[in-house]
């Protein structure tokens, strides 16, 4: 996936979409405004913020991209069954008819992961700080519950913002945990309605790294020496602009010189890593750089590689934009930091 702090526009000049998730970002602008929203409000937080990045940077699709795009989606229905899964409510009444209502709720909550996992899902655009202060004032068992029933990464960072000793107990219980009784679950479910009420009264999210290393970026002068007027108050916040400032995907901007003396400093396996689920502008551009021997040997590394970890894959990029900024220092190449307009 591309970087959610990347605000270039991608061009799908291609006769087919590179991948899946673009297929599916053109398959959703080309059905309209209410049906799009329709299909978005049926996908977890991740997958939504996912489609939506490429939705809004993908522009100039080629028509046969499009028809492509459709194609695929239909042929992938066609290969669905006609015949589709009882609804819940319809296994809840054969359910009752059979074995009477509390074992009925019981086996359906089995089936379905329980009645309240959904709302506790709607709890995914909330803030981990200010869900987690939500649950400070409850009693441990409740804490633990709440986490429980999270979906697990959001329910990590809910639990790495509580106070220590709370997080503590909570997850010790939580390994302990096996049921959970109705009474509890009830008060579960309050919690869970209140905190859905307060949810428009959260504070607003401002990404203040970003920002700052937006502005920098742009700094005319002398970047280098405000940037180091800054670490001589805070080093640590300063070490996490810089690494927002020298994000992987400025490389997409950066002309073909550049980006040919970057590939000359970077071994070929950190690129068969760092470029897996790049934009497709970004690939094309390290490939067009290459020799073209070096290139075959490049793709053919990639596809060897199979599936990376997201984590190797962002580790591997943080480690090439090192020796990026260590080429830009030294003067030998010179970055284009931000996306500005060109006039003709």
């Not at 009645?115 to 004032?137: G, N």
């Not at 580790?315 to 080429?327: N, S």
Request: charged content about 25%; glycine content about 4%.
């Amino acid at each position: 996936m591309s970087d959610p702090s990347s605000t270039a526009s991608t061009s799908l000049a291609l006769n087919a979409p590179a991948t899946p998730l673009e297929r599916a970002a053109i398959v959703l602008l080309s059905m309209g405004e209410e049906p799009a929203a329709a299909v978005l409000r049926c996908l977890s937080r991740e997958e939504l913020l996912e489609v939506t990045q490429v939705m809004s940077r993908i522009s100039g699709i080629k028509v046969e991209s499009v028809k492509h795009s459709l194609q695929s989606f239909f042929d992938d229905y066609r290969l669905q069954s006609g015949v589709h899964g009882a609804s819940r409510t319809y296994l809840k009444r054969s359910l009752d008819l059979a074995l009477g209502s509390d074992i009925a709720n019981s086996v359906l909550n089995t089936i379905y992961g329980d009645a309240i996992r959904p709302k506790m899902e709607r709890l995914q655009w909330a803030s981990p700080k200010w869900l987690a202060e939500r649950i400070s004032q409850e009693h441990v068992r409740m804490q633990t519950v709440f986490l429980a029933f999270l979906p697990p990464s959001l329910a990590s960072e809910v639990a790495a913002a509580l106070p220590a000793t709370d997080r503590d107990a909570a997850l010790l219980d939580m390994a302990r945990l096996d049921e959970i009784d109705r009474e509890l679950l009830s008060e579960l479910d309050e919690l869970v309605d209140q905190c859905l009420q307060s949810l428009g009264l959260q504070s607003a999210s401002v990404e203040g790294v970003k920002q700052v290393a937006e502005i920098l970026n742009r700094v005319p002068g002398d970047r280098a020496q405000m940037v180091e007027s800054l670490r001589a108050r805070d080093a640590a916040i300063v070490d996490e602009i810089e690494r927002r400032m020298y994000d992987f995907f400025i490389l997409s901007r950066q002309t073909d010189a550049t980006l040919q003396r970057i590939v000359e400093a970077v071994p070929l396996e950190q690129w068969a890593v760092a470029l897996k689920g790049a934009e497709p502008q970004l690939r094309e551009g390290i490939l067009r750089v290459m020799p073209r021997r070096q290139a075959q040997t490049f793709e053919d590394m990639i596809r060897r590689a199979g599936p990376v970890p997201r984590s190797r894959i962002e580790q591997t990029r943080q480690e090439i934009m090192g020796q990026v900024k260590a080429l830009a220092d030294e003067g030998e190449l010179e970055l284009q930091l931000f996306q500005e307009a060109v006039i003709e």
